[in-house]
């Protein structure tokens, strides 16, 4: 246990970034709110950002901007992940407006922002 | 008062073209669960009224909950919830620690000699100012080397706008006149906004000209500073949006309308498309490209990557002003 | 490199500027093209099927100027060509016959965005195919759920609406379970082209380290995908979502989307994590478990329905059942046998969607058993199409889904015993189940309508004759040809690694 605890003490960027994981999942699956729920999805994207972030990090190594000089591989931090989490940050603000849409539909047609509520009132309607 | 609307609405569904009273629409907004309730003379009036959304989710929503008050309270349905609730906490308990488990197995933090420290990188690094001609080596890799990731990803933001538009774009003409709908987003939207605020247009005439400057800059730098389209385009989009809340729709609409954004997209989406077919193209079937890479930290170089930025900028810009105004009032 | 090898490049390409130049035209223009862009992906397969069947083994094709593992890349081989071609005739064939109905559901002005979603579906379908990148494929994974959450709810109703943020809200957990594999990946191998993570992978299984991480990273892929496409017990959302949208969405959606998600699985298996390291691996018993519960809980789902889109609906959870629990047998021959049913499948679903539909209006709108009474007779073809399919699905003899069921059959034999008990156990009580409410229903659309049956007349549209006309076609010969496809399609997973 003990063993474990310093691990994750030693890993602790993707511990946190894990926790904020099952944060935002928990919310996006159990809430009813769907506010709630875009929100949580929100927290998620962004732990997988935190995720792949410091993954990239090196320490004692600087920005991946070419600086005169300093040509090798050695002074830079990895580029890669960078890339990655500019592709995920556009596609998780996509999803947002998305959801965010829908939820704006969704109660202009049934004036309640609950999603158990919703699908009651949707199955009562017959078709 | 309550006999008042109910007279004024009889009428205006009737045919009269009388403009609708600001007064009676604030007070519709707030009262129809009561009206509906204790005035059934209302309600009766109000049955053949078909147009009104307002009308027709509120008496759908009163049964419902009749419905729903029957239902909800049987012990059977409650312990199917609770029970399901409880698995659902205990399996996103286990999936979180199993997670916590698994990851301190991985490599350490900030360790140079990393799986992911590899060739790819390297190369990235060293040869990449050369290969590219980007300065900044992160806008080398995702404009060039993975330059089909970022086009899916400009496709991605192209498809959240169509969804947006799909759902929140209301009709605002049919056969000549204005839409209910319309009226009532207008009418809304004079109502809850700011009008005319002095502070916010000062700073808004301040810093409006600096922000769309400074985006501009950092699309324009992508390649040889930190930036680059989707940065670039953000801060210009939020420009544009600052100076609709400070100026309103009429000023903004003499330069920005539906038909800037659908063309503007449609250029950059195209000449990405274009640019980028060229690219893989002659790569896969080994003919040279023929661009040449220029001088590295040169503003003209890069290939292609500056005319990139730029059309990624453009749609990025725009798709963020089109979801402000779409949730803001429902039309460009 | 022959012009001819360019055809998945330009296949992608195509679909994507379409998807691009669609919102500047007008409704008809849109409408057009985008079934003519349908049309040209079905061409260019076409010319691109014989060319794979000569060709040996499988070529990359790289997307710039950079080979692997700098640049992205595609890879084409026979498999993905058979998977493709079939995706989009299905998508062709839908469009053109889903067209009236969706011309008079959804809103005029906003039907070109219903167009640019299909031609991102097609882009998002092919570049699953063929990509060999794993961010490549994620980034793709999220165009294919924005646009079927778009095609879903197109019609604008209550229903559709509902049900798309419930399909969104799941979608969107299993894209942040992929998203979290991916970067677990490579965080571990430090790459992102498949063949690449492969090699590196390989090392590692075979010094043994990190041996739970990759465990937890094949669970993650499986239970990521296994929510998209809707398998047990992340269901919920298919029934609504199918049975209330425009028929041309349906059929897309159950046949186009779901089986896109399903391929990229089985790539990942063989080209990502390498098929000897699944297979000695905990997390297929996983797949092979929930593959079984849906065979039998979607069936029995089915056999609770009153409304004949909500059971072609479960029907879909029932066969996408099928799928997983023969890949999560473990061998080729279990993966051969589910990429044929895949092929069948997806023909026959969307068949059964999109005669649905029409029986529905000959039947004054309804939805239900006893007004469909007798609606064979009214329409006929429409109803010939959907025997056609039911019977299929069902697995009477010569068409396609008898032979996907004996494929089936011949690999559960291969198991070790107490899976190839379950699986033929399985295998038997759902399709008896299956013949229970598909021919409950062919029988009910040949029955005498009710007493006070009132019949209303109904427009008939012959486009819509003639495609399911053609789609029942392909569907009663593609029996003949199965011994053909499951020939390519072996040889294609043998050059799948």
Redesign the interface.
Known sequence: MNG?LE??W??????VA??L??I???T???HQN?IK?IIG?NI??TA?FL??T??????D?S????KEGA????G?V???????V??????S???T??????????F?????LE?D??????K??G? | MKKKIVDRLRQRYAGDQSPLDEDMISSLGEQPPELMRTSDEAYEALEHVHESRVWEAVRQERDMYQQIHKWSYSSGLRLIKRVYTTLAVLTCGGIILFLLWTVNMLPPFGNPNNPDNNEVAARYIEQGPEETGAVNMVAGMILDYRAFDTFGETTVLFVAACSVLFLLKLNDHKDGKPTSAWLEAEYDDRHHEPKNDQILQFAARLLVPIILLFGFYVIMNGHISPGGGFSGGAIMGAGLILYLNAFGFQKTERFFTYNTFRWITFGSLITYAGLKSYSFYTGANHLGSGISTGTPGALLSAGFILPLNICVGLVVMCTMYTFYTLIRKGGI | MQLVQNVPFFSIMLSMIAAFVSPMLGRRAAKWLSVGLAGAVVCLHIWFLPFMAGFEGSYTYMMGHYPAPWGNELRAGLLEAVVALALSAVMLLSELSGMNKLQRQIDPQKQVFFYVMCDLVLAGMLALIYTNDLFTAYVFIEILALSSCALMMARQVGHTMVASMRYMIMSLLGSGLILIAICLTYNLTGHLLMENIHDVIAVYARDGEYALPITVIIGLFIAGIAIKCGVFPFHMWLPDAYGYSTSAASAVLSSVVSKSYFFLLVKIFYRVIGIDVIMSDMALNLMLVLGVLSMILGSIGAIRCLDIRRMVAYSSVSQIGYLFAWVGLGSTIGVAAAMFHLVVHALCKSMLFLSVSPLCDASGDSKRFEDLRGAGYRYVIPGLAFSIGAMSLVGIPILGGFFSKIFFAEAALFGTRWIRVALLASLALSTLLNAFYFMHTVLTLYRKPKDNFVFQPFQKSRLTTATLSAFGIINLFIGFFAKDIIRFITTGIENLA
Do not use: C, W
Not at chain 1, 108 to 112: E, L
């Open positions: 474990l691990s994750l030693t890993h602790f960027d993707v511990t894990i926790l994981f099952g935002g999942f928990t996006l699956l159990l769907l729920k999805l998620m994207d997988v995720f792949l410091t993954q990239g990090f090196i320490t190594r920005a991946p901007i070419l040509e090798a591989a050695a830079y990895n580029p890669i992940p960078s890339g990655l500019l592709t995920g940050i556009v596609v603000v996509s999803v407006a998305v959801m965010l849409s829908l939820t704006i539909r969704l202009r047609r049934y004036h309640t999603i509520s919703m699908t009651l009132m949707m009562g309607e078709d």
